[in-house]
Structures are given as C-alpha cells and as structure tokens.
C-alpha cells in the first residue's frame, strides 16, 4: 500500500515537473516528443487502454456523445460576446492545420489521456482507491495546465479550476466505459471545438 502511494506521488510530481520545465524546450509543440512519452506512459501501466472490440465500441458510444455535447455547448458559448471577445484576442498559431491535425491530437489528447488517464490514474486508483484517485488524478491534470496560463496571460486560480474539472469527468468516462476512445474523443472535442471557434473568429 505504501509502495503504491509513493508511485502515485512520484509520477505525479514527475508530470508536473514535466508540464512546468516543457515550455522551456524549442520542441514543446512538436507532436513527436509527446506521442512518444504517452505511449512510454501507457506501456508502464497493467491497465487495459480498451482501444479493442468489445471495449472500443463503448468507448466510442460514450466518447461521441460527450463529444457532441461539447461541439454543442462550444457553439453556444461563441454567441456570447464576452466569449467571443476573449476568443478573437488569442495569438493565432503559425499554422493552424499543423495544430488542430498533429499538436492537438497527438501533443495534447493523446499524450495527456495516456498520462494522466492511464498511467497516473491507474498508479492513484490502486493507492487511493478509485474514486479518491480520481480525484487526486483531476487536480494534478489541472495543475498541469499552471505553465500554460501563466503563458497566455489567463487566470491561473480558473485554468486550473476548469481543467481540473475537465480531468475528472475525462476519468469518469474512462472507467464508465472502460476504454481509452471515451476521453479522447471527448478532450479532441474540446480542444478542436475551440481551435476552430479560435481561427473563425479571428478571420
């Protein structure tokens, strides 16, 4: 038990080290490095990805009505002006096809969700107990995004908040439907949503 509690610990301070020390390196964005560290990730763990039938189905039920729940709520919140204001005053990337089609989906969701969802999750499960664990798992996923904030001149206190929260219901669907396809289509949605939200507007 003690053994399990200090895995947990150390790969979360590793992760978080990692998230604080990244943006320092020219590579950061370059989907490679982060492709590479999740799948090392996902390979350390006994836990299962379920990116194989039966599990694979259920995690592409449940991930794409999370997904059209957040391409919805996306949508909605671009009516806002507020929002809408908030979004339009982003610094574009230098090429948005590179982000939405290789930063996004392979240096933000799938290294992420390996990661924290698998690896972190899965060494926080057995230490804590599940749902403790997802918990725990939650709040490093949204101290994770402190470097980033602070980066983009955004409220620290609410990045974290938010994505905290984000982090959990991404747990959630992963043992709701015992595959990794959950989360991930769930986290693609809400970044992809909001890159294009991001480039329309700016255009």
Known sequence: ???????????????????????????????????????????????????????????????????????????????????????????????????????????????EETTYRVALGSAAARAFGAPRGRWFTAAMFGL???????AAGQSVPGTVVVTGAAGWIFAWLYDRSGSLAAPMLAHLAVNEAGAVAAVALRR
């Open 144 to 150: 994770s995004h402190v470097a980033d904030a602070r």
């Open 1 to 111: 038990m003690r053994r399990d509690w200090i895995r947990a610990v150390a790969l979360a301070a590793a992760l978080l080290g990692w998230s604080a020390v990244a943006p320092r390196f020219p590579l950061r964005w370059h989907p490679v490095p982060h492709t590479v560290l999740g799948a090392a990730a996902a390979a350390s763990t006994r836990s299962s990805l379920g990116l194989r039938p039966p599990a694979l189905a259920r995690g592409l039920r449940w991930g794409s009505a999370a997904a059209a729940t957040v391409i919805i709520g996306v949508a909605a919140a671009t009516t806002v002006a507020p929002v809408r204001a908030g979004i339009s005053a982003g610094t574009p990337p230098d090429s948005a096809a590179r982000w939405m089609l290789l930063r996004i989906p392979f240096g933000t969701v799938w290294s």
